[in-house]
C-alpha cells in the first residue's frame, strides 16, 4: 500500500514494462528487449509528468 502512494497506476505499469524489457534482454537475449524497456521508460515519464501537471492545478 506504501507504494501506492508514491506512484499512480499509470507509473506502475510502467515500471512493469520497464522491467519485463529488462528481463526479455538477459535471459532471452532478445534485442527488441531494450525498445520494451524504452517505451515503458517513456510511458513512465509521461506519467510522471501528468501527475505533477494534475498536482500543480490542484494548488492554483
Known sequence: MGLKR????AQIVGVFI????L???IITNADWG???FT???LYFTLATKIK????????Q
Open 6 to 9: 508514491i506512484l499512480t497506476d
Open 23 to 25: 528481463i526479455c534482454e
Open 18 to 21: 520497464m522491467v519485463f524489457g
Open 39 to 41: 517505451c515503458g521508460s
Open 34 to 36: 531494450w525498445f520494451v
Open 52 to 59: 505533477y501537471r494534475h498536482k500543480m492545478k490542484r494548488k
